[in-house]
């Protein structure tokens, strides 16, 4: 069954493909990429809707919601690739004052310790006195 794709970049529509070859081609182009490097950041983009940023364009893709859950639904039970993953990671208040930070700015450049994608899950464990799962965080960029 075709899947249509509507790309929007920086908030104005792009194209509305008929399915996600004719986005990928068509993104390919925009961006002088190969099409094989744009079939992830679409399909993780409808599914999840997770923007994918080049430079300073932020490119979203939308497909009707049946469509983009049934995706979700199938992505999650084959555990694919582009499926959302969950994090868990662990953060000594000696080190970096979370509390402080979430409390002072809506998003933080957090450094890549591991392979975080856009929209992955991030529960982090605060260690020392505190010993629990404190926050929970969206990977945005």
Request: aromatic residues 14%; contains cysteine.
């Amino acid at each position: 069954m075709a899947t249509p794709i509507t790309i929007m970049k920086n908030d104005e529509l792009l194209i509305e493909a008929t399915n996600i070859q004719e986005a990928a081609r068509f993104l390919a182009e925009h961006l002088n990429t190969t099409i094989s490097r744009c079939y992830d950041p679409i399909e993780r983009g409808y599914v999840y809707n997770i923007p994918y940023y080049v430079n300073e364009d932020e490119f979203c893709f939308v497909a009707p919601e049946e469509i983009a859950a049934n995706r979700r639904k199938e992505l999650e039970e084959t555990d694919h690739h582009n499926a959302r993953r969950f994090w868990f990671v662990p953060s000594n208040p000696e080190e970096f004052d979370l509390a402080g930070a979430f409390s002072r700015f809506d998003t933080i450049h957090w450094r890549r310790s591991g392979n975080y994608e856009n929209g992955d899950i991030i529960f982090i464990y605060v260690s020392n006195n505190v010993q629990k799962v404190r926050y929970k965080v969206e990977v945005v960029k």
